[in-house]
């Protein structure tokens, strides 16, 4: 189950975090992935890593807010079957103190990054009437998280996006879903709660954890298997939804 044999693989954000982990469990299952992102040590990284364990990689140094680079980037690579959107950046705010700049920055990464992206590689799924999107969304799609404003904005966008897609392209054998995880380990937690919280780590990353009803936060991997099945074959009937992968958030913590 879940081969991914011959399956050519596009995955932003891919160095390090859940992009990582996706790009690993992916080259297990037999696809060559491309891993894009612009932290060129961790994609070296991360590549080394996968051609060890005997898979097929290959880095790029990419800016997703830059479509003309995606363009020339994704030519390159030529025939994409499956491409996962996973370049996101958060930000702490709400309404009325988050600054334009943030506001935008946001926004470049985590709307126009996706959307540049689907728009080059939508043209050749739709020619070879064959090809699987995911994009990664939030929980904050679905309840209001506490200064998060942008990020939320953002990830409603991408929501919005997956829906439009999975229902302009169902004729072209194109599948499109997201995923809306609650709080995943990876780097960028720890390096948020060692910059916001100095000489508190131990006692934030634990009053994190325990926010989610199952009482830790997930792991990359775990959230890189939801993503390996609606990927994969074994989802075929599966378009245009958006999976919480979340602990009981949404649902279990709503009185």
Do not use: W
Request: aromatic fraction near 6%; charged fraction near 20%.
């Amino acid at each position: 189950m879940f081969n991914l044999t011959n399956k050519i693989t596009v995955i932003t954000g891919a160095a390090s975090g859940i992009g990582k982990a996706v790009a690993i469990v992916f080259a297990k299952q037999g696809a060559t992935v491309h891993l894009l992102d612009m932290n060129e040590a961790g994609l070296m990284e991360a590549v080394t890593e996968i051609k060890e364990q005997g898979g097929n990689a290959e880095q790029h140094l990419a800016d997703v807010t830059n479509q003309q680079a995606i363009r020339s980037l994704f030519e390159k690579i030529g025939r994409i079957d499956i491409l996962v959107n996973c370049a996101g950046i958060s930000n702490i705010g709400k309404a009325d103190n988050t600054s334009e700049e943030d506001f935008d920055r946001v926004y470049r990464v985590n709307v126009k990054g996706i959307y540049n992206c689907l728009h080059e590689a939508i043209p050749g799924m739709k020619n070879n009437k064959n090809g699987v999107i995911l994009n990664m969304a939030s929980i904050a799609n679905n309840v209001g998280l506490p200064d998060r404003f942008a990020y939320s904005m953002s990830k409603g966008a991408v929501l919005g996006m997956t829906l439009s897609v999975a229902r302009d392209y169902i004729g072209d054998g194109i599948r499109c879903n997201c995923i809306s995880p609650a709080r995943v380990h990876t780097p960028f937690v720890d390096n948020f709660i060692a910059k916001s919280y100095p000489g508190k780590e131990e006692e934030m990353f634990d009053k994190l954890s325990k926010s989610q009803p199952i009482g830790r936060m997930a792991k990359p991997v775990e959230i890189a298997h939801l993503i390996l099945y609606l990927c994969s074959a074994e989802a075929s009937f599966i378009t245009g939804c958006d999976y919480p992968i979340d602990g009981g958030f949404i649902k279990l913590n709503t009185p």
